[in-house]
């Protein structure tokens, strides 16, 4: 009954027939205390704030998603469908150069593909992504300082933000014992056959610069020589190079330690609870991954309208608290669980956000990383 009545008045202050004074005064006559009615008000104004006006007649039918595997909520996509009643289909990879490869393959059906920020540059340069229209996505105020203006694309003229994070290593804290803290611990030969590291070149060849000292993005041929012959050292202790589905892995015990990303480690860790994430001591990549439209794209105003469907900080805070990544939208701090916001993993404190460091294009040493990474694979 009651429920019912401030619902009417909710309604009503919607549709502007009352003030939010009015609303206030008619919700404590309802009974509500004061700072309960006044949250009521302000939590409506701020969905309010977040739900941009949409031009129905402009939305297509369908919207084509490429994103990474597990990497959103499991209510992101029937909410937007049921609102605007749009069908979506979605795709999932990997890692970046297997969606960079598809689309150079020809593949144009896609309104929306995740890349991380160097890869960002890289489909930049190559002229490959559509400018987008802020006057769709209001929502773009809300992003984070940090994240409002990143070098690989400045004003964010063509991307908006999805999700951050880092890439240090889960263990299994019952079979992994002693000092947990050193990326040499994926060299250990105690634990042959129970490691794995990402299938991803660039991540990969990273952990062994880090591990030797040497700068994350390093193009120099000495340096991605020593960290070739440090990675050939390691191949016979691997499993697999495997990234998202070692998750099964981890929660069978099959593997103990693996190179992977913190919201995959932690989501495992729903499964197993002897999981735990670690950032080395050595230092590790940190990244975040953004929204971008091809040029290619059949639906833009669409994939606008779903860039800023995903900025809403409910939506934001949805998918962060599912995936356990870090959200780029300020206001949907308070949304997220206590839990993740205090881990370290995920919003890592100064002292440690010291040791990370954010891939870059590489330019033409791309060449040399991509000969080890085939030596490696063959090896
Ligand atoms: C989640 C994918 C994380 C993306 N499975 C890493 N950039």
């Given at each position: 009954m009651r429920k019912r009545k401030i619902d009417e008045l909710v309604e009503a202050f919607a549709e502007g027939r009352l003030t939010r004074r009015d609303f206030i005064r008619k919700a404590t006559a309802l009974g509500f205390s004061l700072a309960v009615s006044m949250s009521i008000a302000r939590d409506f104004q701020s969905r309010e704030a977040y739900a941009a006006e949409v031009d129905r007649s402009k939305l297509s039918k369908e919207l084509n998603i490429y994103n990474w595997s597990?990497?959103?909520?499991?209510d992101t996509i029937p909410n937007f469908e049921k609102e605007f009643g749009v069908k979506v289909n979605y795709d999932t990879y990997e890692d970046n150069e297997a969606m960079l490869a598809k689309l150079q393959a020809g593949?144009?059906?896609?309104d929306l593909v995740v890349p991380t920020g160097y890869m960002v540059e890289i489909m930049l340069k190559q002229n490959m992504l559509a400018p987008i229209n802020h006057e769709n996505i209001p929502n773009i105020k809300s992003v984070s300082k940090e994240l409002a203006n990143p070098p690989y694309d400045p004003g964010r003229k063509y991307t908006v933000p999805w999700q951050w994070g880092t890439t240090g290593f889960g263990y299994n804290s019952k079979e992994v014992t002693g000092k947990?803290?050193?990326?040499?611990l994926l060299w250990s030969s105690k634990y042959k056959g129970k490691i794995t590291m990402l299938d991803d070149m660039r991540s990969v060849i990273s952990v062994a610069l880090k591990k030797l000292g040497y700068?994350?993005?390093?193009?120099?041929e000495k340096e991605l020589m020593e960290a070739k012959k440090l990675l050939m050292d390691q191949k016979p202790l691997l499993k697999a190079y495997i990234s998202a589905p070692v998750k099964s892995l981890l929660i069978s015990g099959e593997v103990w330690l693996s190179h992977l990303w913190v919201g995959d480690v932690l989501m495992a860790k729903e499964e197993n609870d002897a999981l735990e994430y670690c950032i080395p001591k050595e230092g590790c990549e940190i990244w975040d991954d953004s929204l971008a439209i091809p040029k290619?794209?059949?639906?833009k105003y669409t994939a606008e309208v779903w860039m800023n469907y995903c900025l809403r900080p409910e939506v934001s805070a949805a998918v962060s608290n599912f995936v356990h990544y870090a959200t780029p939208?300020?206001?949907?701090k308070k949304f997220i669980n206590k839990e993740d916001l205090d881990n370290p993993g995920i919003y890592p404190p100064p002292d440690v956000m010291t040791r990370l460091e954010f891939q870059v294009d590489i330019g033409e040493a791309t060449r040399i990383y991509d000969q080890i990474w085939t030596e490696l694979k063959a090896a």
């Amino acid at each position: 009954m009651r429920k019912r009545k401030i619902d009417e008045l909710v309604e009503a202050f919607a549709e502007g027939r009352l003030t939010r004074r009015d609303f206030i005064r008619k919700a404590t006559a309802l009974g509500f205390s004061l700072a309960v009615s006044m949250s009521i008000a302000r939590d409506f104004q701020s969905r309010e704030a977040y739900a941009a006006e949409v031009d129905r007649s402009k939305l297509s039918k369908e919207l084509n998603i490429y994103n990474w595997s597990d990497y959103i909520a499991e209510d992101t996509i029937p909410n937007f469908e049921k609102e605007f009643g749009v069908k979506v289909n979605y795709d999932t990879y990997e890692d970046n150069e297997a969606m960079l490869a598809k689309l150079q393959a020809g593949a144009t059906g896609y309104d929306l593909v995740v890349p991380t920020g160097y890869m960002v540059e890289i489909m930049l340069k190559q002229n490959m992504l559509a400018p987008i229209n802020h006057e769709n996505i209001p929502n773009i105020k809300s992003v984070s300082k940090e994240l409002a203006n990143p070098p690989y694309d400045p004003g964010r003229k063509y991307t908006v933000p999805w999700q951050w994070g880092t890439t240090g290593f889960g263990y299994n804290s019952k079979e992994v014992t002693g000092k947990i803290d050193s990326w040499g611990l994926l060299w250990s030969s105690k634990y042959k056959g129970k490691i794995t590291m990402l299938d991803d070149m660039r991540s990969v060849i990273s952990v062994a610069l880090k591990k030797l000292g040497y700068p994350l993005n390093s193009t120099s041929e000495k340096e991605l020589m020593e960290a070739k012959k440090l990675l050939m050292d390691q191949k016979p202790l691997l499993k697999a190079y495997i990234s998202a589905p070692v998750k099964s892995l981890l929660i069978s015990g099959e593997v103990w330690l693996s190179h992977l990303w913190v919201g995959d480690v932690l989501m495992a860790k729903e499964e197993n609870d002897a999981l735990e994430y670690c950032i080395p001591k050595e230092g590790c990549e940190i990244w975040d991954d953004s929204l971008a439209i091809p040029k290619t794209a059949p639906h833009k105003y669409t994939a606008e309208v779903w860039m800023n469907y995903c900025l809403r900080p409910e939506v934001s805070a949805a998918v962060s608290n599912f995936v356990h990544y870090a959200t780029p939208v300020e206001a949907a701090k308070k949304f997220i669980n206590k839990e993740d916001l205090d881990n370290p993993g995920i919003y890592p404190p100064p002292d440690v956000m010291t040791r990370l460091e954010f891939q870059v294009d590489i330019g033409e040493a791309t060449r040399i990383y991509d000969q080890i990474w085939t030596e490696l694979k063959a090896a």
